[in-house]
């Protein structure tokens, strides 16, 4: 046998794929076993002689890929789960489709294993059902094993809704991370983003609050927003000697909506 140096002569070294890490243990009629990483991101440990011999070049991703070009010969194309595969991939690197901008455009790619359909397939499976189709776990994760599963559009929209980064005061965080820094839950910082809130907004009125009024905003529709500070302030004064509301209003010339607004929803005054 020839272990020259213990087996070490060939570490660091290159065949096919593969490049000699390390020792990984010894066979027990003392041969090493080696540590490889191959081109593709994976592992392999074959022993001494099958190094040499050049019957081990590589993870066994060169195996998939020629069972995968001959499987496409076959008409293994046509199925759901190759057209799964298949999309994923145009999604995250064909800027020419539509949803690329949702994908690849935002960074998101397929692993270099999965970028051949055996490998994928083998992680992956088959969908459990035909309502399924491929979801990142974390939606702005690649699509790789263990960051993706097989689940319905419910609840695609459901994760989609809880992973989604809320950015304010120039961070991002998700809904979650943000109630544990605000008090306010996760489920009630979303509910406000969706009907409308700015997300500062969201994060910082306290629960059971109102949102304040957009006031003076130029062009708002809306008859809070024409009410000022100054009214609001005057508002409160009158309500607190006790003027009669009405009286109030005409006072100052604002709705009853305005007063009402003023003396319950302007909180931060
Ligand atoms: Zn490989």
Known sequence: MNHVNGGLDIIGKKFGRLTVDSIFRKNTQGAPVYLCFCDCGGIARPGRQSILAGSSRSCGCIRAEMLSKRRRRHGLSDTRIHRIWKNMLTRCSNPKVECFKNYGGRGISVCE????????????????SPKHSIDRIDVNGDYRPGNCRWATSKEQAQNKTTSRSVKAFG???????????????????????????????ALTIPM?????????????????????????????????????????????????????????CWKHL
């Open 171 to 201: 961070k991002a965080m998700t809904a979650t991370e943000w109630s544990s820094r605000t008090s306010i839950s996760s489920a009630r910082i979303r509910a406000r983003i969706a009907r409308g809130w700015s997300e500062e907004e």
């Open 208 to 264: 059971g609050s109102f949102r304040k009024p957009r006031v003076g905003l130029q062009g708002s529709k809306s008859p809070l927003s024409k009410i000022t500070e100054a009214q609001v302030l005057q508002a409160r004064k009158e309500r607190s000697e006790g003027v009669h509301y009405l009286e109030t209003i005409k006072n100052l010339g604002i709705t009853r909506g305005q007063y009402w607004s003023a003396i319950l």
């Open 113 to 128: 294993r999965w970028r051949v359909f055996e490998n994928f397939f083998a992680d992956m499976g088959q969908p459990p």
